[in-house]
């Protein structure tokens, strides 16, 4: 079976290299173009994807956006039968989703109909689920809405943070896209209609998701910090400038939502119940570090509030 390939960051690597290590027929791969990076912005920086595809000898197409005449006839050219998309990060067109002869199926972070979406991952931790998982699902025009065709489900670990479980299901979404392959090949897999009725959605997030609220549960507080761990970071203020969190539980305490209640060993952070114990913390323009060493500064004094 000729197989095109769709994807960009690192969640889609081991897709492609499970596709490769089967001995998939992959005739190309679809990624999005380098990205300007640093603080001069002026070195290109490779999708992930496209090293894989590089490093095999694997035909690449990097269009800015997927679409227009040249795009589909570069995409016709590789005369594919299916497509695979993981992380591809746009949205297809019905001219695209018909080139292959047997359609395209996408790999999806979540157990869908649950968490449609750009952003499954740190939704899944910030709205206390206790499972989560991976779906494969033939594509339609609509936003991770058509059929469901293979799911593998995975418990949400305590304190796991959305980088650690984005880990996880990028390898389990591998071998559930194997699975599902070898299942299509054999004609067994069963197209199911998803129920809009359990829908939910894992929109895509800004700076108001990641801030922290102290006025909110410890509980609820901690998951928001461990869901944008370590991309982008949640975050505070302290005398006005930009404070990031990473790695947080609730632990005993109490006082005005905010106020740092203790520095050592660790950063602990009153909330509107209980405290939260932060493990570690970047101030604006310096690198990640434990919250303990932080604390030892003058930044970090008990007493201070955090906003």
Same mark, same amino acid.
Do not use: C
């Given at each position: ?7 960009? $960051? ?69 005369? $594919? ?76 670990? &305590? ?43 894992? &929109? ?25 761990? &370590?991309? $982008? ?75």
């Amino acid at each position: 079976m000729r197989i095109v390939f769709f994807g960009t $960051p690192a969640f889609a690597v081991p897709s492609l290299e499970a596709l490769l290590a089967e001995r998939a027929a992959v005739v190309g791969v679809v990624t999005q173009p380098d990205r300007p990076q640093g603080r001069s912005r002026s070195t290109l920086v490779a999708p992930p994807v496209k090293e894989v595809a590089l490093r095999h000898g694997i035909p690449l197409l990097q269009p800015e956006r997927p679409a227009g005449d040249i795009f589909l006839a570069a995409l016709r050219h590789w005369q $594919p039968e299916l497509g695979i998309v993981v992380a591809y990060g746009h949205i297809l067109r019905a001219d695209v989703l018909s080139v292959p002869t047997r359609g395209m199926i996408n790999l999806h972070a979540s157990l869908l109909p649950r968490l449609r979406g750009a952003a499954p991952v740190p939704w899944a931790i910030l709205r206390g689920e206790p499972e989560t998982g991976v779906t494969i699902q033939q594509m339609d025009v609509g936003m991770d809405t058509g059929p469901i065709l293979h799911q593998s489900a995975t418990v949400i670990q &305590p304190g796991e943070t959305g980088g650690a479980l984005l880990d996880r299901l990028a390898r389990l979404g591998a071998e559930a896209l194997v699975e599902a392959l070898a299942l299509m090949r054999l004609g067994l897999l069963k197209p199911r209609e998803q129920d809009p009725a359990l829908a939910t959605y894992a &929109p895509k997030f800004d700076r108001t998701t990641t801030r922290v609220n102290w006025t909110s549960e410890a509980e609820e507080v901690a998951r928001r910090i461990r869901a944008f761990d &370590p991309v $982008p970071g949640s975050w505070t203020t302290l005398d006005r400038q930009e404070l990031k969190l990473f790695g947080a539980s609730p632990a005993e305490g109490s006082g005005v939502p905010g106020t740092v209640l203790a520095t050592a060993p660790l950063l602990r952070v009153a909330a509107g119940n209980q405290a939260v114990e932060i493990q570690e913390v970047q101030p604006a323009g310096k690198s990640r570090m434990p919250s303990g060493e932080w604390g030892r500064g003058r930044a970090g004094r008990a007493g201070l509030a955090l906003v």
